[in-house]
């Protein structure tokens, strides 16, 4: 017997965290019975979410796939009129499906899905160390003197936001004709924000890894199932 959130997380209806307050709300239902927290399950009863019932199967085969978002796509569950999301670009058995690590729409490159949501946790949270790597462009830059030391030394000490919030990048470097940015935690629209706060605007946002793990040849618009290798890269 399993733990109810534990459960939920490894069928990736939510982390154990999101679990408990489904759970709370009334909205986790076993054998017609409304669940409560702290109880354990043998996997073949009549679980169900909102309705939705969720089978021991969906529990007992961690999935991640490795997904190259292209821009103008959102990476939200919820659907919206004239716009779309990335679960428009995957087939139907992938729609259930946590994002762990969103990207705003604008911005491009590596996401990943699980079923997996303590998996998912464990890839956004900084405590576990998955550092993100992302490639950038700013306007107007070949009018600008800028320098990996000068970008460097504005960020590494912090750029308070409008908002009164405090963001960093763990690094910046010049590569290629683009500038890659290493974070070790990732807040919404951190790049962007960070840079704004020196006076730059982000032209082009990509990412291109999540820890040790990368885009490869992944084409844009494109996803692949990681395989064990893979997947030890993100739970080591």
Known sequence: MIYLTKFLAQAGVASRRKAEDLIRDGRVKINGERAELGVMVEGDEDIRVSGKVINSAMANKRLIIAFNKPVGY???????????????????????????????????????????????????????????????????????????????????DGIRSEDGEMLTAKSIRREGDRWAVTLSEGKKRHIRRLFAGMGLKVTDLQRVNIGELGLGGLPIGSYRELADKDINKLIK
């Open 74 to 156: 959102t990476c939200t569950t919820r659907s919206f009129i004239n716009e779309d999301n990335i679960f428009s670009l995957l087939p139907e058995k992938y729609k259930n499906l946590i994002i762990a690590g969103r990207l705003d729409k604008e911005s491009r490159g590596l996401i990943l899905l699980t079923n997996d949501g303590d998996l998912a946790n464990k890839i956004t949270h900084p405590r576990f160390g998955h550092d993100k790597k992302y490639l950038v462009r700013f306007a107007g830059e070949d009018r600008m003197e800028l320098t990996e030391r000068k970008l460097y030394a504005r960020a590494k």
